[in-house]
């Protein structure tokens, strides 16, 4: 509780307080128990600091979490009121440092067809109007699905199973008006469009793309280690 409203995030707030009087503010909410923490993304922490980061989040639920019977329905977070903490994480990242205090775990299910479908409708509806102010082609999301689903493209069928990853390809089919047939294929292209995005930035102006793609191969090595 004591690093709440202390973090880097917090500190560039434009909120006239200061970390100590921030850090107040929640204690004092929880004392309360009208608070609902959500810590994003637990498994993007380095293997060196995720169990360590777990223990401290395990105390916490401990010290200001009422106790819950995840067995039962009533006795569910959202039934009992009170301070509520929301932890999310990919699968991958969680399953080696899981949170093991009372809590209920909630999977997010892979997108099927029709979730896709509509998806890509409303995606492409949103995007389609502010393409318009630029006189650009839009997208035909009735065409996008039949190349997701096309039945030639078996791999990259397979990563439409989530907003992020349906949108990855959604961005591919507007440049190029396809999508190739291999996830390498894909995922080649996403970085070209990301190169030519960073290269148009001030701190980047001065670089090549080669220069860009020397710094970035690397840390890309480094992460995957």
């Not at 917090?10 to 107040?24: F, H, I, Q």
């Not at 993304?41 to 639920?61: H, P, T, W």
């Not at 080669?210 to 840390?219: F, G, V």
């Amino acid at each position: 509780a004591d690093y709440l409203g202390r973090d880097p995030d917090s500190e560039e707030l434009r909120d006239g307080m200061t970390a100590d009087t921030r850090n107040k503010l929640f204690h004092e909410y929880l004392t309360s128990e009208e608070t609902v923490i959500i810590l994003d993304g637990l498994d993007e922490l380095s293997e060196a600091n995720r169990g360590i980061v777990v223990s401290k989040v395990q105390n916490f639920i401990l010290d200001y979490i009422p106790e819950t019977d995840a067995s039962n329905e009533e006795g569910l977070p959202c039934e009992m009121g009170g301070n509520q903490v929301i932890v999310t994480s990919r699968y991958v990242g969680y399953k080696y440092h899981p949170v093991r205090a009372n809590c209920a775990h909630f999977g997010v299910q892979p997108m099927r067809r029709p979730a896709v479908e509509r998806f890509v409708h409303a995606w492409s509806n949103a995007v389609n109007v502010v393409i318009a102010e630029s006189r650009l082609t839009g997208i035909n999301a009735d065409q996008l699905i039949l190349e997701i689903y096309s039945s030639s493209k078996p791999k990259v069928r397979e990563l439409a199973t989530n907003p992020l990853l349906i949108t990855i390809l959604a961005t591919v089919y507007w440049r190029d008006g396809k999508l190739p047939s291999q996830r390498a294929g894909i995922y080649d292209r996403v970085i070209e469009s990301l190169v030519e995005v960073w290269l148009k930035r001030e701190e980047c102006k001065q670089l090549t793309r080669e220069q860009l793609m020397a710094a970035l191969e690397p840390l890309a090595a480094d992460l995957q280690e």
